[in-house]
């Protein structure tokens, strides 16, 4: 099956967060906001958010708080974005096993017993590790990650795949780089600095960076992060010859490249260094990716570079902050 017209009631999990809030606001003008679910644990919605479609509490580890919102809203589409992403991860190990694991778990299930449509489960770069090669880390390669949430992103990949061989449900995936966004800040990550040093330059010219300045970790600018995920959902199924673990490449730079890119337009910005327990994290990650089966099985092209995707953010941010 390709093509959306299959994909009438769609809930999206984690949409307060920074993903999740920008998909919701893309699926609702693609499919009609009322078609469109938005889900949370506890955050408030924004108004935006929060007023143009459906949105419901609910607790992904909670399979009946699931299960009751599928009914209600006949849903047949889930795009599962809630998650403990790593820096917190690793704070809490426990609570991202739960939430990454047994979350993960508790919509695979429902989608099968309720034979939805299609289910977009995120992986990430973190299911790589220190092992794996750094460099134009290839689709098929060695995944031995070190943190929490690198190894129930592993787990997941194997999981969804298992679901769609042995249970015919149609789950695909991605691993997402840092995601880069103007609009929700994303919480509890390492590639988080990408998007705090831009709130920072802008509203204090100076910014205290939680990692080394030759930390060069892939990135990509939420635009582009929102048409891959959208692109995926839609691709011919027949083409496909992988799909939960697709690599996803687009910009690469170290933190000191992304300081003096943004340099460029706020010439006092001054960055100082203090690695924290996130360094490790990203030491064990990849730099550059190689994203060709993206590109060959579902026409993966990355549209941001560097430069605009900063001159992007500094606009957008200057509106908000200023
Ligand atoms: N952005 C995530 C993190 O830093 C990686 O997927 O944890």
Redesign the pocket.
Known sequence: MSGSDDMKHILVTGAVGQIGSELTMELRKLHGNENVVAMGRKTKPSDLLGNSGPFEFGDVVDKSSLERIVKDHDIDTIYHMAAI???D?EKNPQLAYNVNMNGLYNVLELAREKEMTRVMVPS???AFGPTTPKENTPQETILKPTTM?GLT?VAGELLADYYFKRFQVDVRGLR????ISSETL?G?????YAVEIFYEAIKNKKYNCFVREDTVLPMMYMPDCINATIDLMNADVNKLVHHSDFNLGALSFSAGQLAAEIRKHIPEFTVTYEPDFRQA?ADS?PRTIDDSAARAEWGWKPTYGLEKMTVDMIEKLSKKLL
């Open positions: 992403l790593s820096g991860g990430s770069i973190a949430y992103k997402y780089p840092g995601i994303p509890g990550g390492t590639t988080d994290i990650w």
